[in-house]
């Protein structure tokens, strides 16, 4: 097999994020350095440009220094006009007309079709190892795309301009057999600095499982699936001591979409972190259906300090319209209980979802007033192609951007009230939840309090003449 020059890349530029810039958590991209490493483990040298710090132009001058051959781009919703953008680069340049463009990543399955009509070479669908490592080995041994329909889960344009989508892989069984992420092929310092400077803490991330056995409506299972798969307890301590000597971060952040889904997997890796003595400060996300003491105790004992409890909602008819099965009470009792024993707890809220009132607004209101979490965020709802939300306001969008000008967070569709009326709501919330805050304190600003007031009541007077245009 004659080796081409690969490479990894994907399309996140921090330095245009004023989002990000704002709050500067930055995180490495996990998948590409998955797929970096089983290459890597196949015997297929290869390398990856962390965009993350740098900008187009670094990136343009990269590809035109090393002119790789197959040039794996990773896309999700947020990157997708930036990854456009490559594309479109590298398709327009003399240089670089015989690179193959192969995209992975949550974005493109659900529009493969146009990432191809866009320019790529092949689109993969979910998880990526297996068919990457194939795809290389194709493109290395022969040049004929006619072979491209015995990779399976991809999708290409064929000969006669037809869309070829090949019949679906089974997704890994043991990926307890995956190597760890590549992280020595990026210059893991970067992120450790931003943290260090921001937070006072550097960080790190780690994935443990893949998939998600739950429904909620507007997550995206475009990868994964409704499955779920788990490394085993061992090699996951295994990958904490490695992280722990090699890089020296002050704590760990999982990735994982609900961390102590399986209380038996969460026993043994307590014990093993027990065993090895490895106690180290972590985060995670779960489900309040799927902590209770003993498994907060067992979070606490092996170095959890803070847990991201997901409701979206102080509303049960919101939740229960969201399909997310679990019970606001439940989520209010392990908001407490998590912080009682001593572990931050912080809550995702979504607003603006179809259906949602004003009274549900109020409801959520006080289900964070009573809750009491230490930390969240709100976000607007939006739907994102592939998902049961998408299908369910499809017929009612009011914005719909060109695809190739914009991605599903700019759509809008038709709600109980306007999105400028949500986006009021959010004020409202946070300044009605901070209010609340300040007046439990004992040293409260009493200049504060009025302030608060005046924008909760701002925010209401701008609610009321949205609704007043719904
Ligand atoms: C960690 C995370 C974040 C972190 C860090 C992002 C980062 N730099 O890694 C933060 C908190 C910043 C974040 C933010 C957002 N996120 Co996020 N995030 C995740 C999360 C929980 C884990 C990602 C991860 O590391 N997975 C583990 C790796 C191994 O999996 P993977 O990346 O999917 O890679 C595999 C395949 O995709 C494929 N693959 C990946 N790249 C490539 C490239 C090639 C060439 C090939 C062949 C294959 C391939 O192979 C890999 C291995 O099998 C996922 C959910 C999930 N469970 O994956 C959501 C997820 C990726 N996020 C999502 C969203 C919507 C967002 C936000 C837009 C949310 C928002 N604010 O509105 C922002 C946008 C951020 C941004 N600037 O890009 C969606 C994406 C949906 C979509 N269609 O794109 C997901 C899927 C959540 C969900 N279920 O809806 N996120
Ligand atoms: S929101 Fe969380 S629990 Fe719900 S389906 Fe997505 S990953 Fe699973």
């Known amino acids: 097999m004659k080796q081409k020059k690969v490479l990894f890349t994907h399309g996140y530029f921090l330095d245009e994020d004023p989002k990000e810039k704002a709050i500067m958590r930055p995180y490495p991209p996990l998948g590409i350095l998955y797929l970096s490493a089983y290459l890597e483990s196949n015997g297929i040298q290869n390398e990856v440009f962390d965009s993350t710090f740098t900008t187009f132009e670094i990136l343009k001058q990269y590809l035109l220094k090393e002119k790789p051959d197959i040039i794996g781009i990773y896309t999700n919703l947020m990157t997708k006009i930036n990854v456009l953008k490559i594309i479109d680069f590298i398709k327009k340049d003399k240089e670089l007309i015989h690179s193959k463009i192969i995209l992975g990543g949550p974005e493109v399955k659900n529009h493969a079709h146009n990432f191809l009509k866009y320019g790529a070479d092949v689109i993969v669908l979910g998880e990526g190892e297996e068919t990457m490592l194939e795809l290389v080995k194709l493109f290395c041994d022969k040049q004929n795309f006619e072979e491209l329909k015995h990779v399976k889960s991809i999708a290409y344009i064929d000969a006669t301009a037809q869309l070829q989508l090949t019949e679906s892989r089974a997704l890994l069984k043991q990926i307890d057999a995956l190597p760890m992420p590549n992280r020595k092929k990026i210059n893991m310092q970067l992120y450790f600095d931003v943290w260090k400077k921001h937070h006072g803490q550097s960080v790190v991330s780690v994935s443990t499982m893949r998939g998600c056995p739950y429904t909620c409506k507007w997550c995206s299972r475009a990868v994964y699936g409704q499955t779920y798969r788990r490394k085993s307890?061992?090699?996951?301590v295994d990958e904490m001591e490695y992280l722990k000597h090699t890089?020296?971060?002050d704590a760990i952040w999982f990735v994982d979409d609900v961390f102590t889904v399986s209380h038996k997997w969460l026993k043994e890796f307590a014990d093993e972190i027990a065993e090895r003595k490895l106690v180290f400060p972590y985060e995670i996300i779960t489900r309040a259906d799927r902590l209770n003491e003993e498994v907060i105790d067992l979070l606490k004992?092996?170095?959890?300090?803070?847990?991201?409890?997901?409701?979206?909602?102080?509303?049960?008819?919101?939740?229960?319209a969201m399909d997310r099965r679990v019970d606001v009470n439940v989520v209010r009792e392990m908001i407490q209980l998590a912080q009682k024993k001593g572990i931050q707890a912080g809550t995702f809220i979504m607003l603006g979802y179809p259906g949602e009132t004003t009274a549900d607004i109020e409801e959520t209101i006080h289900h964070l007033k009573v809750a009491n979490p230490d930390l969240y965020t709100i976000t607007i709802a939006y739907p994102i192609k592939g998902t049961p939300l998408y299908e369910e306001v499809e017929s009612n969008f009011t914005v719909f951007p060109d695809w190739d000008k914009g991605t599903d967070r700019d759509i809008d569709f038709k709600r109980t009230y306007t999105k400028k009326f949500y986006e009021y709501a959010v004020r409202l919330v946070y300044n009605e939840v901070r209010y609340h805050k300040e007046t439990l304190k004992s040293n409260t600003n009493y200049f504060l309090l009025p302030y608060l007031k005046a924008k909760s009541y701002a925010a209401r007077g701008a609610m009321f003449l949205q609704k007043m245009k719904s």
Do not use: M, T
């Open 247 to 249: 890089y020296h971060p």
């Open 233 to 236: 307890a061992k090699l996951v």
């Open 301 to 320: 004992a092996s170095g959890c300090f803070r847990v991201w409890i997901g409701a979206e909602s102080g509303s049960q008819k919101i939740i229960d």
